[in-house]
């Protein structure tokens, strides 16, 4: 759907990184068939391109690895020329590998944390000056911060980094009157377990986790793009907090 000229996010301007697939895809769809202004990151020319007609011709999808510097920098002046100044910002790129701990090689670790802590961090560093007072960012955290999963060890250090960024970029952003928070989704439907393991094994952990979740389930991308959006325009007197969309998981 093409961007409307009415709607609840009517002339806002959001930028989400790894905005190509999964909830950062259904986030700039809620937020874009709500009125707003989309400029969307991701890696791969063709999920950019498929993305961004998804969204309509309001979207802008930019080419951008969230782990290179220089990727960063040239988004950063990208937005600036297209947008002037935005709204809100939701920094979501981010990667999983599933390696058991004694498996994990030098190679995944730099990996895991470039792409998951780092970029995030300069990310939100270099389109700081570019948010308008009043702003919210977003970092995309994981209960795997709290919860000890196997497999992952890796990827919930580099979550859970971020989890601490979220209160100390709340804090430094504060003067700025810019809030900062994080959403911290559970297990979701958004097909990632499909591209990254064997499909029986992706099915077998499927299973398993929605049996260990309370609510039974996996969650929807919807279910987080609300949440965002929630934490992005609305939870005008929240900084520094955690949202879990999680059924529960990390917290009973």
Known sequence: MENSAVGKYAGKKVVITGGSSGFGLETAKLLADEGARVLITGRNPAALEAARERLGNGAIAVRSDAASLEDIEALAERVKAEFGTIDALFANAGVTRFVPFESVTEEVYDELLAINAKGPYFTVQKLAPLLNEGSGVVLTTSVANVLGIPMISAYAASKAALRSMTRSLARELLPRKIRVNAVSPGPIETGI???????????????????????????EPLEVAKTVAFLAFDATYTTGAEFPVDGGASQI
């Open 193 to 219: 377990l499909d591209r990254s393991m064997p499909k029986e094994a992706a099915e077998q952990t499927k299973a398993q986790m929605s049996q260990g979740n309370p609510m039974l389930r996996f969650g």
